[in-house]
């Protein structure tokens, strides 16, 4: 706050700046008095309207309001001024407390100071650490090394005294090793297997050269679960600190598909609230700090009775909320139940009773979890320590066969892809754009044939011929002949039934899934194009098979057809005793 002294000591010092500049440049003191001319004029003239103004209005009833209303400012401007000078005394005073403060420190170090210069700082040099200090260190290596020798037959108290005269005989301990331990390597391997974690689908998402895997269970179950089938007793918090950085738990929100329904809806509703505590402050109140995962919160008593306690209080707000939950109800194309990600809107009351009731099931589902690892854990060690006792494990995660055709199709899908996948790549496609310009050439001459005057109605069909024309023989070497003058492409076997093929599919594609199983089966048309289809593949394979092998390994960059004869394998019982991954292809018969 600026004091009355300040300003008088401001505008005194304006005054005396004003009248030098005015005493040494006529122009300035010139346009100076104009100025103030000109402001005592305006001053004059307000003063003469105001009279004026005054002369005119009648005196009103309301003379008393505006009388008071003159009083009420004297008093505010009195009060401010009141309090203003109690500012300024209180500002004096605590000038005047630091004023003193600072002497007092003044005097403080001077004393300190006197003290110090009083006392012989100058203290006598033990001789054993003068002889300590000026020996070689090679000498003093050799005397550590001996004393560690001996250090069980030192007296005690002999490692602290030698320790002051700069010697430490304490036990040397290696630093950690940075390879990982086996326990680390074991947690690692077992929250890497697909039944336990999935791989991310954007192969971009890294972390430190790793892709990321999202775990399919609560960590609390997976540590259950690793202690059940390694029969390694390791800890919750040993577990958790060798988790890799890159096996991560999924936001229940950016889930495609339902897992568990008991365990995604609190989660996705425990999420819901910590995105609405900035906009709610009673929400915040309740929220418990540095909680992100549901999980941590049911599987402490404490923390949950008390979590449950502190979200009734919610029950009394009025206003609503909107969330995504998973519901079990019927599809529109069949009449089974499946489980479908919606939006609610609700009152936040209806949102807290289910959220509590969520939360018990959730509670009761973990503990079920664990207990059954802690039964198969028990099981099986009373069958290795008891010799009338019998464990039958079960593969109680997955269905077996549905597990093993899923690893044996991703096999396949793999090899497939790296077969076929290549070949639609950018530079591979340039290879073959003479033929792709050669076939839309040909469609663009079909239309300048015919009379300008003439609507084309089918050029969606037309462009699917190009496109057959160009698959042709980009990807089997073969024409077939969609784009000729005469239409020969309804002459052409192979042509006809690969169209009726695929009018069978968009017929049968939005249809539900037993009617295109059905019709399939029962469809002449469908098996007769089928076996058209095969016949002439067979054909094509044989043809491409009697070229040399030289030919095949130069083509099988730019042909299909050629790439897939490169894959047939030769040896058919080396091929059976490979891996999936490993195996090559079919033998051609």
Known sequence: MVSRRQIQLYNLKYRQKLQHRRAISKSFDLHFKAKQNARQRKCRQRKKEAQKNVAIVPISSSTKIDSRKVEGAKRRRANARKSKNEAEKLLKQVQQLQKENRAIKRLLSQQRSAEVNDVNTTTATSPTHLFINNISPSSKKRATKRLLSEKENLPRGSVSKLRKLGVNLSNNYDPPSSTPSILQKEIEDFLCQDDISKQAPDKKKQLHGKQIRYLLHHLSTVHQRFVTETGNSCHYSTFTRYVPDFVIKPNANDWGTCLCV???????????LQNLKSRYSIIKSVLIDGLTDITELVTDEIKTKDFKSNLAILKDEQFTITYSEWIKKKNDESNILVSTKTTITSFIADFVNKFTNEIENLTHHIDRMRQQFRAAKNARQMAMEEDDVATIHLDWSENFKLKQARQ????KFKRHGALTMPLFRRNKIISHINVIIDGTDKLLDRWRARPSGQIHT???????????EVFGLIAFDYDLETLDNNNSGNKNELTKALRDIMSIFRMVLY??????IIYLKLSSRHQRAQVTVERYLNKMVEQEMAESPDSIAQRKKTSLIASLVSALQTDEKAEAKKKEEDKKGKIYS
């Open 262 to 272: 008991t365990c995604l809806n609190p989660q996705m509703k425990f999420e819901k």
């Open 458 to 468: 089918d050029i969606i069909e037309q462009c699917q011929n190009l496109l057959l």
């Open 511 to 516: 249809a539900p899934r037993i009617i295109p």
């Open 408 to 411: 044996d199709k991703g096999a």
